[in-house]
């Protein structure tokens, strides 16, 4: 389903799209939440709020920008407004809109316990989460469950409500569209 015709849906007010919204949204604006403010209680709140502010304001979205992409707009407003209101700075860094991200993974060959070591694990880790947040569909979902999570095929397959060999094939998809994002420009 394309993202104009489930904001059509949600605007008609009908309660299986919300379902399919909710359901789709909130896991993928969570962990865009997470990755940027590392407190789970705080993203669970974020995500709630974003969610809620966009579904509100859902009639002005055009559709030049996918839906998520526009739900992470609202989101980051709401990480440097719930920044500034705590004190800290009300930038929100986004390492995914780095030109340099890319060449970063290069330079990530080394496994060394010393800070620049460290510091560059957590970059690789926040542009997986970046990449996951971004990926079609259930496949940042999937690709978490299996590989992060650590469940079994069958186990992502129960909670994507498919069978096992739908849920194989969205895993290789998920794998393909993940490895893409870092091929070089």
């Known amino acids: 389903m394309t993202d104009t015709a489930l904001v059509r849906r949600l605007l008609a007010g009908e309660e299986a799209a919300f379902d399919e919204f909710f359901a ?5 604006v969570y962990r865009f939440a997470l990755a940027r403010l590392g407190d789970a209680d705080a993203a669970e709140e974020i995500a709630q709020a974003t969610l809620s502010k966009g579904l509100e304001k859902l009639h002005t979205y055009r559709g030049e920008a996918a839906l998520f992409t526009w739900f992470c707009a609202i989101c980051r407003r709401d990480i440097a407004a719930r920044r500034q209101r705590i004190g800290r700075t009300a930038e929100v ?3 995914e809109d780095e030109p340099a991200t890319r060449a970063a993974l290069d330079a ?4 060394g316990d010393d800070p620049e070591s460290q510091l560059r694990r957590r970059e690789l880790t926040e ?4 990449t996951l947040d971004h990926l079609p569909g259930r496949y940042g ?3 978490e469950w299996r ?3 650590e469940l079994s095929v069958e186990e992502v397959a129960s ?4 069978g096992y060999k739908a849920a ?3 895993l290789s998809r998920a794998r393909r569209a993940f490895r893409e994002s870092f091929e070089p420009c």
Do not use: H, I, M
């Open 141 to 143: 979902d999937a690709l």
């Open 127 to 130: 542009l997986v989460q970046a």
């Open 93 to 95: 860094p986004l390492l």
């Open 159 to 162: 909670k994507l409500g498919v």
């Open 24 to 28: 789709d949204y909130f896991p993928r």
């Open 168 to 170: 194989e094939s969205l």
């Open 108 to 111: 990530l060959a080394g496994a």
């Open 147 to 149: 590989y992060a999570q």
